[in-house]
């Protein structure tokens, strides 16, 4: 049985792998530890606009496995 830290390097890895496919590059702060302007950080997603590359959009996602109820 995987641990809840393999469970959630997992979806971690499933993100960024969608968003990557989408064209998004992608930084993760391994165990929870990143942090951005004072946000608890797990993955951050960047791309730039398509029209004009001053224009960028940013993801700041934390990533969590909740069990079914």
């Known amino acids: ?3 809840n830290y393999a469970r ?3 979806l971690e890895r499933e993100l960024v792998k ?4 989408n064209g998004w ?3 993760r702060g391994a165990g929870s ?5 004072g ?3 797990d993955l951050v997603f960047s791309k730039t606009g398509r029209t004009n590359t001053d ?3 940013l993801v700041l996602l934390q990533a969590k496995r ?3 109820k």
């Open 1 to 3: 049985m995987a641990t």
């Open 8 to 10: 959630g390097v997992q």
């Open 18 to 21: 969608i968003f990557q496919e």
């Open 25 to 27: 590059d992608s930084i």
């Open 33 to 37: 530890k990143g942090k951005v302007i």
């Open 39 to 41: 946000f608890d950080t």
């Open 55 to 57: 224009e960028i959009h």
């Open 66 to 68: 909740m069990r079914k």
